[in-house]
């Protein structure tokens, strides 16, 4: 029989723009969250994080918003690059002492040229 | 330094052997994780270590797969009997404590 895989929403931007990625948490007690970018055929590779206490933090390029009334997180790439194309996770860290990080079902993000 | 080092990066086995996966992680890092990937369910979580101990696993999907953690700079996970719907991507990832974890580049595992 056919195969039901996740699927994977798929975000096309044009190089040179910018890109905002959307994740949904489930808990509202996690207060530690993560971006990661998996490349194929790679393990997943860490971006940026924050914790709950803040809204806003900004990297190289990267910025993660967190909206704790929502449970929503986003991650803003400014310049799209062709090097960004990739799968981005979030992931979400329960109250200090689990360390049980859980992943979201990805977003395939495409850089078209 | 040489990141999570996993093996091993492939492997193809017949349906009721016994695999053997292999994690060193890095230097220092007091937890180590491992993590499934599959297209049907994503990334799972399967068990995880602290200082060699294991802490949660409730993500281990039945009897026949096991994890140990002899020491601070090695851990296994163990398959046995392998199945075919045990194919996937299997990762390891270790962290300092509140740190996000560093992931290894995953054993593909393909039964048959």
């Known amino acids: 029989g056919e195969s039901v895989g996740l699927h994977l929403p798929t975000l096309s931007v044009q190089e040179g723009d910018n890109s905002i990625i959307n994740c949904a948490y489930s808990?509202?007690?996690?207060?530690?969250f993560i971006w990661y970018k998996q490349e194929s055929g790679k393990g997943p590779q860490f971006i940026i994080d924050i914790r709950s206490n803040m809204d806003k933090r900004q990297g190289q390029r990267v910025t993660v918003l967190l909206n704790k009334t929502v449970k929503h997180l986003s991650l803003q790439i400014a310049a799209t690059q062709p090097g960004d194309s990739a799968v981005y996770f979030c992931a979400e860290g329960f109250p200090s002492g689990t360390y049980k990080y859980i992943f979201g079902t990805g977003t395939r993000l495409k850089v078209l040229a | 330094d040489a990141g999570v080092i996993q093996s091993p990066r492939h492997e193809v086995t017949e349906m009721g052997q016994e695999v053997t996966l292999r994690c060193k992680p890095i230097s220092g890092h007091d937890y180590l994780f491992w993590y499934r990937q599959t297209m049907m369910r994503g990334l799972e979580l399967l068990i995880y270590f602290n200082n060699n101990v294991p802490i949660d696993d409730s993500g281990m999907p039945e009897d026949r797969f096991s994890a140990k953690m002899p020491n601070a700079s090695f851990s296994t996970l163990k398959i046995q009997p392998s199945e075919p719907r045990d194919s996937a991507v299997y990762f390891c990832a270790s962290s300092l404590v509140s740190i996000h974890p560093y992931f290894g580049e995953g054993s593909w595992l393909t039964v048959v």
């Open positions: 808990n509202s007690a996690s207060d530690y």
